[in-house]
């Protein structure tokens, strides 16, 4: 079974920082494009950030210099590090690993973790 658990939401205030963690079970996270998501009431999924199975990283371009996503193999483990929070980004945050292989797909999800930006 595969599970992807979140961690590290929370209240911060504007200009603060957090940083969520994505920890994976029954799945090594290097080898798939590991990427967080976000989704604040009202509004659409948006990817936030996505580091690939090549070691590349990726931003929307709101945070971009903002967060950091990256990878630990011996905690198996993703992360995004917020830095310099704004109203804006507050939303619910996704970790999804995917992994496109000639016969299968593989795509999964966590349930989730809370970030809130108000002062």
């Known amino acids: 079974q595969v599970d992807l658990v979140e961690s590290g939401g929370g209240l911060v205030q504007p200009g603060g920082s957090l940083r969520l963690s994505c920890a994976g079970s029954?799945?090594?996270?290097?080898?798939?494009?590991m990427s967080w998501y976000r989704r604040a009431p009202g509004k659409q999924h948006e990817l936030v950030a996505r580091v690939g199975s090549d070691g590349i990283s990726q931003y929307v371009n709101s945070v971009n210099g903002r967060f950091t996503i990256s990878r630990n193999n011996t905690q198996n483990a993703v992360y995004l590090q917020m830095n310099s929070l704004k109203s804006e980004d507050t939303a619910r945050y996704y970790c999804?690993?995917?992994?496109?292989?000639?016969?299968?797909?593989?795509?999964?999800w966590g349930q989730g973790t809370p970030v809130t930006v108000s002062s």
């Open positions: 029954g799945i090594i996270v290097v080898n798939y494009d």
């Open positions: 999804n690993a995917h992994r496109d292989e000639p016969a299968v797909v593989y795509d999964y």
